[in-house]
């Protein structure tokens, strides 16, 4: 399931001779781009590759002049932590595909994120909040992704693009606002205690 | 966020500064001032398009006084402190849970969350206070109530008397709860006061001020909101009393009467009277009743007052009611004209109405140099007199004879001014004022003068002698600039005078030699 959910599997059957006992089926493979849509404000976005390069400033060149800054959740402060083009020093200057980003845009732009397909991961989450990255390209449901943990589980936060805030799913909740995390989105999580989530 | 961009800006704007480098550094300065300003009014004028990201959150149930989850109930979460971010409202669930994010809460920042729901029994509400935890998440349960209803007042009218009995009616809680009445009368708490009803309180030891009462309904769970009454305890002074005017008198005993001040109040009262010869000090006597008998004596102004004050309350009193009058001892003259023979059962005799005269003389009673000596007289008669004369001896001073050829309404008010007569040295000096009508001496003062500097000069003769001395010096001046001029002028219309004048010099010398 987990296999099959990273690629877009389309078969080409190239069907059997029809004379002939024995036929042949060709498979191939295609990779999904990974193609990520930025609207204008802020928006909170995951890599669905693992990068290639991750400098900065590189994996946005082509945005260069659509983005205004660029926040990652430093786990430790529990604060964010902002990167501007326009200064002269940033506390990052590399992205790290494991974690969600925040990235104010000027405009609607989208970005071809360039990288190779990432393995089945785990995520370690410590307790308080974390922005763990989810870099498949399909979805999957809250509860299953913390089945395992769901004792330490206490709210997981998308960000709405639209509304320019925050969607809390809380495992209290009967009525949350979304059930799943999807493909390209960050997200912020909320864990009681320390725990390992596998994707 | 905002202060981030603004630093960038304000970097940016410093560097556009220092490429401009054939400006004055006054001149950078005014443009530096000018950016700046027009920074500023672009941030406050045009709206910010980013917005901020808060990761706050606040959870929790809302219950009611029987202890069941309340569902759908309006509930806003507020950050304490806090200037933008600071709300978010939500509804709770079936499960009286509700969660809300977005909130600008910092770690260990107190939130206060507000839940309300219209019932069939009525608006039911509540509020409650939390604590965010180091990841900005706080966790709040509210239990909303039905307050009991307002209890409701009768009105306290203002009064003077400095206690009250306050009263009201208080109704049973609608959930049928038990129920007691809070009561404040200013900022002092009376005991609860349980069960519904009328009810009353007395209170004594009112001060005279605007009061505010308020009673309030509580249960166990939540309290009606306060309803309120105000009403003044006032107090007015006394009236001033009305004394008898005194009239002008030879020396005698006499009584002061008058007419004490009303209180408008009712408050019972009494009465100071006071009096003093003018300047000296006030002889008082508290709780006076009219009339009040006193010896006057000499030659003197004496003045008299009385007020009325209250025993208790605040004590006010009203203003003085004042009257003053002149005793002066003078012999009683020879029957005038006015005096006629008595008559009657009482016998033979003779009546008489004695010409009374009174002269008050105010003295100055130093004088400065180059001052002239002040004498404010005031004098009356109770008779018609004319041809007075007002006579000063002095040996020090000179002070003109003044005479009244006739008086107006037989009083009369003037200045005597004395000059002095030569040099005279700081020290008292003695001088007598005389008054006579006719030729007769009818009034002999004698008065004191203090001189605390020496006189010199008689002041008139120093102001006309000053004037001269000026137009002295002034023609002299103009001699000289005249002969000056003439000099320049001979002396350039003749240019070898001065070689003439040169050669006699030296022929002189020559010769002595």
């Not at chain 2, 007769?440 to 001395?469: D, G, S, W």
Request: glycine share 6%; proline share 4%; hydrophobic share 35%.
């Amino acid at each position: 399931m987990k296999k099959a959910g990273i690629i877009l599997m389309v078969f080409v059957i190239i069907f059997p001779i029809a004379t002939a006992d024995t036929g042949q089926i060709e498979v191939n493979i295609f990779q999904e781009d990974c193609i990520i849509d930025f609207q204008e404000g802020w928006n909170l976005f995951s890599f669905c590759k693992n990068l290639n390069d991750n400098n900065l400033a590189n994996v946005l060149s082509s945005i260069s002049d659509k983005y205004r800054y660029v926040m990652v959740w430093d786990e430790t402060q529990q604060s964010f932590e902002i990167y501007s083009p326009r200064a002269s020093q940033n506390p990052f200057t590399t992205f790290n595909d494991n974690y969600s980003y925040f990235i104010y845009m000027y405009e609607q732009v989208t970005l071809d994120i360039s990288g190779s397909i990432p393995p089945t991961e785990q995520r370690n989450l410590p307790e308080g909040w974390t922005t763990p990255a989810y870099q498949y390209d399909f979805s999957t449901a809250v509860a299953d992704i913390f089945q395992n943990t769901w004792v330490n589980f206490r709210y997981i936060m998308k960000w709405d693009n639209i509304n320019q805030e925050f969607q809390i799913y809380s495992k209290s909740s009967s009525n949350n606002p979304f059930t799943q995390i999807n493909s390209k989105e960050g997200r912020f999580i909320y864990m009681y205690d320390s725990s390992t989530i596998d994707y | 966020m905002i202060l981030q961009q603004s630093t960038i800006k304000m970097n940016l704007l410093n560097k556009i500064i220092q490429k401009a480098s054939p400006l004055s550094k006054k001149e950078k300065s005014q443009i530096f001032l000018t950016l700046l300003l027009i920074h500023f009014l672009i941030l406050i004028l045009i709206p910010s398009t980013s917005a901020d990201v808060y990761v706050g959150t606040t959870e929790g149930y809302i219950y009611n006084t029987e202890g069941q989850v309340v569902d759908a109930s309006d509930v806003t979460v507020t950050v304490n402190q806090c200037i933008v971010g600071c709300t978010q409202s939500i509804v709770s669930e079936n499960s009286g849970y509700y969660v809300t994010a977005n909130l600008n809460l910092p770690k260990q920042g107190v939130v206060t969350v507000y839940a309300q729901k219209m019932t069939a029994l009525g608006l039911e509400f509540g509020q409650a206070n939390g604590i965010a935890n180091d990841y900005q998440a706080a966790n709040v349960n509210v239990v909303i109530c039905l307050p009991a209803p307002q209890p409701s007042l009768v009105q306290e009218p203002n009064t003077h008397d400095t206690f009250a009995t306050l009263e009201w009616a208080s109704s049973a809680d609608l959930k049928g709860y038990a129920t007691w009445d809070e009561v404040r009368v200013d900022s002092t708490n009376y005991p609860k006061n349980n069960n519904p009803g009328s009810k009353s309180l007395d209170i004594t030891g009112l001060s005279f001020s605007s009061h505010t009462w308020r009673v309030r309904t509580c249960t166990n769970f939540c309290c009606s909101s306060w309803v309120t009454d105000t009403f003044n305890v006032g107090n007015t002074r006394p009236n001033p009393p009305t004394p008898t005017p005194q009239l002008d008198t030879i020396p005698t005993t006499i009584d002061f009467t008058w007419i004490s001040g009303a209180d408008e109040d009712f408050d019972e009262t009494f009465d100071e009277f006071e009096y003093h010869i003018i300047e000296d000090n006030w002889e008082s006597t508290t709780n006076a009743i009219s009339p009040i008998s006193k010896e006057v004596f000499g030659c003197n102004y004496y003045e008299w007052r009385v007020r009325t004050c209250e025993k208790e309350s605040e004590q006010l009193c009203s203003s003085w009611a004042t009257d003053g009058f002149i005793a002066c001892g003078i012999q009683c003259p020879a029957c005038t004209s006015n005096c006629g023979s008595g008559g009657g059962d009482g016998g033979g005799g003779t009546t008489c109405t004695a010409k009374t005269k009174t002269l008050v003389v105010t003295n100055q009673l130093t004088t400065e140099q180059e001052e002239a000596h002040k004498l404010l007289i005031s004098f009356a008669t109770s008779g018609t007199s004319d041809n007075i004369w007002f006579k000063v001896n002095s040996s020090e001073f000179d002070f003109s004879d003044y005479p009244i050829t006739s008086l107006i309404d037989s009083k009369a008010k003037f200045e005597l001014i004395g000059k002095p007569k030569g040099k005279v040295p700081p020290g008292e000096y003695n001088f007598t004022l005389d008054v006579f009508e006719g030729n007769k001496k009818t009034i002999e003062e004698q008065m004191t003068i203090k001189v605390k500097k020496p006189l010199l000069i008689n002041v008139k003769r120093i102001a006309q002698e000053m004037p001269k001395r000026k137009s002295w010096w002034i023609y002299s001046l103009i001699v000289i600039i005249i002969l000056i001029i003439l000099y320049i002028y001979l002396k350039n219309r003749n240019p070898s005078m001065n070689q003439k004048i040169k050669g006699k010099v030296k022929n002189t010398l020559k010769k002595k030699i």
